[in-house]
């Protein structure tokens, strides 16, 4: 083990899938996937510092919705899980500093946890492998592995089984900010039930060549013509409101826009910083939504940002 720090604070970044390809259910109830992940510039703040007992606080925009019971806050069980492996009490505060919009299909409790996995492991000086931090991320959850890692990335399985991929510079992106979120289990349910009413039976998920050359080449129009999400019906037909949102990005100059994940986030890919600040601008001013944010990605992934005794 290493020397212990007193305070840890970690930077982690939100996603947005720029291809999700569901499959059928599986008999454990998930759905194997092509998921193509990318990590933008909006981020959650994760704050250890040492304790006599687990304890959890939240603050920023819908931290009311976070849960801070520590058998059910995403970061507290990450952080019961770490002590659990090296034999140790979780005797840790964890503040979390939210940005990521709660339930809003960008990965935002996913990254708490890896927020926490990394912010306790410095914290109690435990050193844990990655690879041993990884299997912690997956049994924590699909996303948190691609939350610790960042960057782009080609999740297998049910999204944990990642594989990084190359990116050229950066891309823009505005993302609409809905009120209130979307379950993503209830969502999975509803892409099941359409997809069984109309009687289609999804191929095996594979990822789109031409999406990952896109991200290889750094090329905005390629990557807009390639943007794919199959939960976007399913996200939809819960929150038919979302259709209007996404009618004013197209309208707003965006190259495309998608539903992020589950929702009920949309999420814009423009030609430059100052499309980008054009489409947030009218994304705002046409009342769809109850924000906008432009930013970039890739983002780095789990990052140390302060650390001190
Ligand atoms: C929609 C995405 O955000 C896209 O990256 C993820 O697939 C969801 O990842 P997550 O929130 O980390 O999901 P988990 O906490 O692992 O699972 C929550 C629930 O989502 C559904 N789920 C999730 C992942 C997956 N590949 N298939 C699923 O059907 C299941 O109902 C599961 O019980
Ligand atoms: N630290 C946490 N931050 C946010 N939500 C949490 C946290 N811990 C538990 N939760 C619960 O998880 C639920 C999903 O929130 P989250 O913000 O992770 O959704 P999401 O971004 O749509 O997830 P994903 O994109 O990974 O499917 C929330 O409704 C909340 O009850």
Known sequence: MGSPAQVVTVRVPAKVNVQLAVGPPRADGFHDLANVFLAVGIHDHVTAAPADALAVTCAGPGSDDVPLD??????????????????????????????????????GGSADAAGALLACDTLWGTATPRPELLKLCAELGSDVPFSLVGGAALGRGRGELLTGLPVSGAFHWVFALAEGGLSTP??????????????????????????????????????????????????????????????????AGALAGLVSGSGPTCAFLAEDADAAARVAAALRAGG????????????AGATTIESHA
Request: charged share 25%.
């Open 70 to 107: 520590p058998e059910a806050n995403l970061a507290a069980r990450a952080a019961t899980l770490l002590a659990a492996l090296h034999g140790i009490e979780p005797a840790v505060r964890l503040h979390i500093d939210k940005d990521i919009p709660v339930a809003g299909g960008m990965a």
């Open 186 to 251: 209830a969502v999975y349910r509803e892409c099941d039930r359409l997809r069984d009413a109309e009687g289609v039976h999804p191929p095996r998920p594979e990822p789109t060549p031409a999406l990952l050359d896109a991200l290889r080449d750094g090329d905005a129009h390629a990557l807009a013509a390639t943007l794919a999400n199959d939960l976007e019906t399913a996200a939809l037909s819960l929150r038919p409101s979302l259709a209007a949102t996404l009618a004013a990005g197209a309208e």
């Open 288 to 299: 769809t939504c109850r924000d906008a944010r432009a930013t970039t990605g890739p983002a």
